[in-house]
């Protein structure tokens, strides 16, 4: 097997996170060691409660890890202090959610401009690209439009231009078709693969139509990856995380 030698943009070595239900333990995930190279779109699927959005959240920097490390482009994620963090999860990440979490009092176009204030970009800057952004996803006859003004479909796309406003390397999308009918859910992957030629995108399914659309589909269920296959230096790696 060749050995993969680029950086990739997301390594996971060991990885392990349980939570604590009064006296009861629960390993959500267990033990999971994966590469995932720059660019493309990789698709996580499996059962309800497998842990698939545990794995975002701790790859995500919004959640850390009981055991093991993530690495994002380069970043050693558990390990970050709080305002490094805070950067990472400004700079380098975009979420997209299954209830699409836009802000209900502003415009479509003012949502997706709002990440690019806490990232300092001046105004007419965020405002230009963020109209662009819309534009490019179709959404241009929406700009000023409110999320209780758009349908399902239009929301998803919104949070998708939200999602890479600040250009990030990794986007994270969590069951985003779930709230979708069949036909915008195909649009909505289809832009998912679309941002996927500049970066990194994961995403977590159900369902497996859709999961076939990307380049690459890994299996979980009850927090382990069940068909990974590790190259030797990863398994190397893998057995001792905090040395990379
Ligand atoms: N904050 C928490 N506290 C305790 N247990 C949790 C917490 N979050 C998740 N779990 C448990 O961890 C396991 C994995 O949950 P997770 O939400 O990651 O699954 P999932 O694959 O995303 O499921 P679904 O497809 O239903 O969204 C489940 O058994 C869940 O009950
Ligand atoms: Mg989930």
């Known amino acids: 097997m060749t050995e993969i030698t680029a950086t990739p943009a997301v390594r996971l070595l060991g990885l392990s996170k349980s939570y604590r239900k009064g006296r009861e333990v629960v390993d959500a995930v267990s033990d999971v060691t994966l590469e995932v190279g720059e660019r493309g779109m990789v698709a996580i699927v499996g059962p309800s409660g497998s842990g698939k959005s545990t794995l975002l ?24 202090s709080q305002a490094d963090l805070t950067r990472f999860r400004r700079q380098t990440v975009g979420f997209v959610f299954q209830t699409f979490n836009l802000i209900p009092n502003l415009t479509a176009l003012e949502n997706v401009a709002l990440p690019m204030e806490f990232n300092d970009v001046p105004k007419a800057a965020r405002l230009a690209r963020a109209k662009a952004l819309l534009e490019r996803f179709q959404l241009g006859p929406r700009l000023n439009h409110r999320p209780r003004e758009l349908s399902g479909g239009e929301m998803q796309r919104v949070a998708i231009a939200r999602a890479v406003a600040n250009e990030p390397r990794l986007v994270l ?12 859910g195909q649009i909505v992957y289809e832009l998912l693969r679309e941002i996927s030629r500049e970066r990194t995108v994961i995403v977590v399914t159900h369902a497996e139509d859709l999961a076939g659309l990307a380049d690459r589909i890994i299996h979980i269920r009850d927090g382990r990856l069940t068909d990974t296959l590790l190259t030797p230096r990863l398994q190397r790696l893998s057995e001792k995380p905090g040395r990379v």
Request: hydrophobic content about 30%.
């Open 57 to 80: 959240h701790v790859i995500g920097g919004m959640d850390k890890p009981t055991r093991g490390d993530v690495i994002v482009a380069g970043q050693t994620v558990n390990r970050l």
């Open 173 to 184: 999308a969590d069951e985003p078709t779930g709230n979708l009918d069949s036909h915008s």
